[in-house]
């Protein structure tokens, strides 16, 4: 029986991030993808520029058609917009492992989740999540305070933000010095995941498909831990492999069929 594993997140119309990024992390790792939109976004390597947000009436339908017909073994949570939005969201959402990717700002630094909606989003979704996955200023933000400086204070946010509903919760490393990027999976216990930084403007939508991946693997049947290092070890492939892409003028994005695509 086919695996699927449904997207609710922003289009990118640049195709490095959002659903987009989504759908490519699905298949490049052997499961069918579907996806709910939240916001269409005009985009490109260089920047956000223009955002125009979904109706919440229309995010919900587009769950529920998918959850009657294409039933999804694993739900991917990506940008979601305003406090209607995430109710819209929150209402429609099938039982299913869920990962939650707090998409707030975009790398570019345009911010893509209002201050209004944070309280919604902490309340309606982080409860229903099985994995969390901020990077470390969303992680501070959900929180109100600021970002972690040391290991410490990123396990203590995690710990912290663990405590508001979700299973557990990854703390991304990407933001942090040095020149090996270390992310901390927080539960009963804490798992470090690390990798040596690789030195490329090309890492649009990382955090993106980061989740995507490990949401495939959570359809899969796999449990939190076993699905974050599978996702991990592709996702540092993709970053290793991205300037082959030679897409865009800025932030380019990764290059999600690595695995799969001739190295010509």
């Given amino acids: 029986m086919t695996i699927t594993a449904m997207t609710i997140a922003g289009s990118d119309s640049g195709g490095g991030a959002g659903i987009q990024a989504d759908l490519k992390a699905f298949s490049a790792l052997g499961v069918y993808g579907t996806s709910a939109i939240t916001a269409i976004t005009a985009q490109n390597t260089r920047g956000v520029m223009a955002v125009a947000p979904v109706a919440p009436d229309m995010i919900a339908a587009q769950i529920r058609a998918v959850a009657t017909d294409i039933p999804p073994d694993a739900i991917k949570i990506g940008m979601v917009g305003d406090e209607a ?17 707090p998409v707030m700002i975009a790398k570019s630094g345009d911010a893509l989740l209002p201050e209004g909606a944070i309280a919604a989003l902490i309340e309606l979704l982080l409860p229903r999540a099985d994995l969390l996955t901020p990077n470390l200023p969303e992680a501070a933000r959900l929180l109100g305070t600021t970002p972690a400086l040391t290991e ?21 490393g990407g933001h942090a010095a040095g020149d090996i990027c270390t992310d901390l999976l927080i539960g009963d216990k804490v798992t470090r995941y690390t990798a040596p930084r690789i030195a490329t403007r090309n890492t649009h ?30 996702l540092h492939g993709a970053i290793r492999a991205a300037d082959r892409l030679a897409i865009g003028q800025g932030h380019g994005p990764v290059h999600h069929f690595h695995e799969l695509w001739s190295q010509e």
């Fill in 205 to 234: 939508g990382t955090g993106c498909s980061l989740s995507a991946a490990i949401a495939a693997g959570l359809a899969r049947g796999m449990p939190v831990e076993a699905a974050l290092a599978r996702a991990h070890e592709w």
């Fill in 152 to 172: 410490a204070e990123r396990i203590e946010q995690g710990r912290a933000l663990r405590a508001l509903g979700p299973r557990f919760v990854l703390m991304k």
């Fill in 85 to 101: 939005a995430i109710l819209a969201v929150a209402d429609a959402l099938p039982d299913c492992p869920v990962v939650l990717d």
